[in-house]
């Protein structure tokens, strides 16, 4: 079946089969489909995501577009195995059993001929498309199976009258009318990609009303996903930032120290308490630093062999050791501590000494340092980093989220 072949032979003109093409009717058309097998049906309307992704490649998909189109297309797989759970028999229109709700109300459809409601895309996810359990591109079974070729009709019909509403949204994006790319010169970037290139859409300065607009129609999910990324895509964003704005030896040093205490900090599943004041991302234990007070939690540190221990003690200063701020105090065997009345105002950091003295055996200590934070936040508020991926946290509000990002990219 092709656009455009057969017209109808009665009073309903169907859009997408407008034209008669080499004596090709719309009634031969329902003729050749209705005596199609469900396998041939099958075998028709699909299409493998490589040859999916090919061909967006050659019409002009960038880099970034790229992504967003394979995060669409990962979603629609996720829909799909959602009609189908295991044990189901798949895309066949004997399977009316376990399934979801929804996708038995598809088989109804095919069972008894109608549902018009069913057989409008505007009413399915994606617009009728889902996935086979290869992960090839197909539509759904109420289509599939459907005795009249109607659904099919809506499908291809309401197809052109998405990519219009899309090009009127996003009219500088990819997709055809000979916009070109930006390339930016880094080698390698991202994978079968060559080079890092951009359509219009991606290298604008957006307002953050526009970005807020464009988040609020996202669901959850896909949210979810455009605040990762790979942990080896990061890493190779991060060399390019550092080559692109020459970042000195030691400052390259200090950032990927940090991103290592963040993947360490993951997978010691410890959570740092930084504030506005002070970043608290020590890994000795646990604490929290605001201008006039401190709270210190070692309990998890020493949670393995409490037994062995007669007090702690615990203290602040200038330096490591040091009690210039807050005298070592004997907590007992208390797991915790807490100083107020302190003014913290004018350090660019302090340190936090717990020292632990044994039953039977010499004092040992553990020291945190806490940076003055000047009332912005710290990566570890924004950033969590393991399993493979990093991450980024929108905070209490996206439209806050989009107006830092503008802050740092200025």
């Not at 591109?137 to 499908?155: E, I, P, R």
């Not at 890092?196 to 896909?222: G, I, K, N, P, Q």
């Not at 410890?270 to 970043?279: D, S």
């Not at 040091?322 to 105090?329: L, M, R, S, V």
Request: aromatic share 10%.
């Amino acid at each position: 079946m092709m656009p455009g072949l057969a017209q109808r032979n009665d009073q309903y003109s169907f859009g997408f089969w407008s034209k008669e093409i080499d004596g090709v009717s719309y009634n031969q058309l329902q003729k050749f489909w209705s005596e199609l097998s469900p396998k041939a049906r099958q075998e028709l309307l699909k299409i493998d995501k490589q040859t999916l992704f090919e061909q967006a490649r050659k019409n002009m998909y960038c880099s970034r577009c790229n992504g967003l189109l394979l995060e669409g297309f990962l979603q629609i797989v996720m829909h799909g195995k959602s009609l189908h759970p295991e044990g189901s028999i798949g895309n066949s229109p004997s399977n009316k059993s376990g399934g979801s709700k929804y996708q038995n109300d598809c088989n109804s459809v095919v069972s008894n001929g109608c549902g018009d409601e069913m057989q409008d895309p505007s009413v399915h996810p994606w617009g009728g498309l889902t996935t086979t359990r290869d992960g090839s591109l197909t539509l759904l079974d109420c289509y599939l199976y459907a005795k009249s070729l109607k659904g099919l009709q809506n499908v291809f019909d309401s197809a052109p009258a998405r990519e219009r509403e899309r090009e009127l949204l996003y009219p500088d994006a990819c997709g055809g009318g000979g916009r070109g790319w930006i390339s930016q010169g880094m080698a390698s970037y991202g994978r079968g990609h060559g080079t890092r290139e951009t359509c219009a859409l991606h290298t604008a300065r957006l307002s953050c009303d526009t970005l807020v607009d464009f988040w609020s129609a996202l669901s959850e999910e896909t949210r979810q996903s455009l605040l990762r990324m790979k942990e080896e895509d990061f890493m190779e964003r991060l060399r390019y930032r550092f080559d692109s704005k020459r970042f000195c030896r030691d400052c390259r040093r200090n950032v990927i120290r940090e991103f290592k205490e963040l993947k360490e900090l993951k997978r010691m599943r410890r959570e740092p308490r930084c504030t506005t004041w002070f970043c608290a991302a020590g890994k000795a234990f646990q604490y929290e630093v605001s201008i006039d007070s401190v709270q210190a939690d070692w309990r998890e540190t020493f949670a393995e062999n409490p037994g062995i221990y007669h007090h702690f003690e615990w203290a602040i200063g200038t330096e490591k050791g040091k009690c210039d701020i807050f005298k070592f105090e004997n907590v007992g065997m208390k797991g915790r501590g807490q100083a107020n009345g302190l003014d913290l105002r004018g350090l660019n950091s302090c340190y936090i000494t717990l020292r632990a003295y044994k039953l039977d055996g010499p004092s040992s200590d553990e020291y945190v340092k806490a940076h003055v934070q000047k009332g912005q936040h710290c990566v570890h508020g924004r950033l969590v980093v393991g399993d493979g991926f990093v991450s980024i946290k929108r905070g209490e509000s996206i439209r806050r989220f989009f107006e830092h990002a503008e802050e740092a990219e200025e």
